[in-house]
């Protein structure tokens, strides 16, 4: 899925960084970092996932200038690209996951997770051919998948949770629609794929969701990561960010049809597909993103707190980090609950 939108980066902070995903540098072109400059709004990235896209709603609707939120919305059509972003300090704050979030800030880079946007309610499932009809079809089987990712520990959680052993089944490292497209030529027998590629495979039939992260809740969490510097030099700002938001969730859980219709485009996508693909992410009002951010919550299966243990544990087997970072260190519930004091 392509989107032809411009990103702008800044001339500042140019020093380029490795995401724990990637192998490859990152290589951006210019743009002015508006956290070093009063005259500019604060650039927020985002990519193709609907608890993102869906910060055109706020713009669309007016939400931002409303609450007089000074952001400026930057599209990266790579979301890996994203993050590296944020961590080499070329953009200001970033939509992304939470497991991507805690290798960088193991590695001492300075940001924050401020808001929660949603939980992955369906968006990312583990497809199999249409042979394979149980769990215990899949040992021996293999598995494409981008490994070292959110699908593959989906992938793994999916197994553990219906008595697989991971050690009997075979993962084959492949980008997210070449393993797709594995799957629907026959060349393997399962893949971790998210939306477009789920709808993909079961419009032409040629696959089924074994497993979805709509059984796993709380296991995907997606956030709005920013830099500490820019955070203490606009507190306000991002305060009134997350007003923005949670008018932007009550707007699109009102009228799911019309905000679809508003985010469709921005992903080439008709509104009706991407009907679908909204409805399987569990977008965060003010009181889940409360319990999402509430140490004290920790046993619920939203908090950040329980899924930074979680996921940590992948993180370490996989060899992105050395320990868990402590999540009182990053997790800063100040801006959500500031926004909502009247």
């Given at each position: 899925m392509k989107a032809a939108i411009s990103l702008f980066f800044g001339e500042t902070h140019m020093k380029k960084c490795k995401s724990f995903l990637l192998a490859g540098t990152l290589t951006l072109a210019p743009f002015i970092l508006s956290a070093n400059a009063d005259a500019q709004p604060i650039t927020l990235g985002l990519s193709n996932w609907p608890g993102w896209v869906a910060w055109y709603v706020a713009e669309h609707n007016g939400y931002l200038k409303k609450y007089n939120a000074d952001f400026k919305l930057v599209w990266f059509s790579s979301y890996m690209t994203s993050v590296e972003a944020l961590s080499a300090g070329k953009i200001d704050a970033n939509c992304q996951a939470l497991i991507d979030t805690l290798a960088p800030v193991e590695k001492g880079v300075p940001i924050k997770i401020i808001l929660v946007t949603d939980n992955s309610h369906g968006n990312d499932a583990l497809m199999v051919n249409n042979s394979i009809t149980t769990f215990k079809q899949l040992e021996g089987k293999t598995i494409a998948v981008r490994m070292d990712s959110i699908e593959q520990y989906l992938d793994e959680y999916a197994l553990t949770k219906n008595n697989i052993p991971i050690t009997s089944v075979h993962?084959?490292?492949?980008?997210?629609?070449?393993?797709?497209?594995?799957?629907?030529?026959?060349?393997?027998?399962?893949?971790?794929?998210?939306?477009?590629?789920?709808?993909?495979?079961?419009?032409?039939?040629?696959?089924?969701?074994?497993?979805?992260?709509?059984?796993?809740?709380?296991?995907?969490?997606?956030?709005?990561?920013?830099?500490?510097?820019?955070?203490?030099?606009?507190?306000?700002?991002?305060?009134?960010?997350?007003?923005?938001?949670?008018?932007?969730?009550?707007?699109?859980?009102e009228h799911p049809k019309q905000a679809a219709a508003i985010m469709a485009p921005h992903v080439e996508l008709s509104p009706s597909i991407y009907l679908t693909a909204l409805s399987g992410t569990r977008l965060f009002g003010p009181k889940l993103n409360m319990e999402a951010m509430n140490p004290e919550d920790k046993n619920k299966s939203v908090s950040l707190y329980k899924s930074t243990d979680d996921t940590s544990v992948f993180l370490k087997k996989v060899g992105a980090i050395s320990a868990k970072p402590n999540p009182t260190g990053f997790i800063d519930s100040g801006f959500i609950e500031k926004s909502e004091n009247k």
């Amino acid at each position: 899925m392509k989107a032809a939108i411009s990103l702008f980066f800044g001339e500042t902070h140019m020093k380029k960084c490795k995401s724990f995903l990637l192998a490859g540098t990152l290589t951006l072109a210019p743009f002015i970092l508006s956290a070093n400059a009063d005259a500019q709004p604060i650039t927020l990235g985002l990519s193709n996932w609907p608890g993102w896209v869906a910060w055109y709603v706020a713009e669309h609707n007016g939400y931002l200038k409303k609450y007089n939120a000074d952001f400026k919305l930057v599209w990266f059509s790579s979301y890996m690209t994203s993050v590296e972003a944020l961590s080499a300090g070329k953009i200001d704050a970033n939509c992304q996951a939470l497991i991507d979030t805690l290798a960088p800030v193991e590695k001492g880079v300075p940001i924050k997770i401020i808001l929660v946007t949603d939980n992955s309610h369906g968006n990312d499932a583990l497809m199999v051919n249409n042979s394979i009809t149980t769990f215990k079809q899949l040992e021996g089987k293999t598995i494409a998948v981008r490994m070292d990712s959110i699908e593959q520990y989906l992938d793994e959680y999916a197994l553990t949770k219906n008595n697989i052993p991971i050690t009997s089944v075979h993962f084959k490292n492949m980008s997210t629609g070449n393993a797709a497209a594995a799957l629907m030529a026959g060349r393997v027998d399962a893949a971790g794929v998210w939306n477009p590629w789920i709808q993909r495979i079961e419009e032409k039939k040629l696959g089924h969701a074994i497993f979805s992260s709509a059984s796993a809740p709380g296991v995907i969490p997606d956030v709005v990561a920013a830099r500490e510097s820019v955070l203490k030099a606009y507190p306000q700002q991002f305060i009134n960010l997350s007003k923005a938001w949670f008018a932007t969730v009550k707007f699109i859980k009102e009228h799911p049809k019309q905000a679809a219709a508003i985010m469709a485009p921005h992903v080439e996508l008709s509104p009706s597909i991407y009907l679908t693909a909204l409805s399987g992410t569990r977008l965060f009002g003010p009181k889940l993103n409360m319990e999402a951010m509430n140490p004290e919550d920790k046993n619920k299966s939203v908090s950040l707190y329980k899924s930074t243990d979680d996921t940590s544990v992948f993180l370490k087997k996989v060899g992105a980090i050395s320990a868990k970072p402590n999540p009182t260190g990053f997790i800063d519930s100040g801006f959500i609950e500031k926004s909502e004091n009247k």
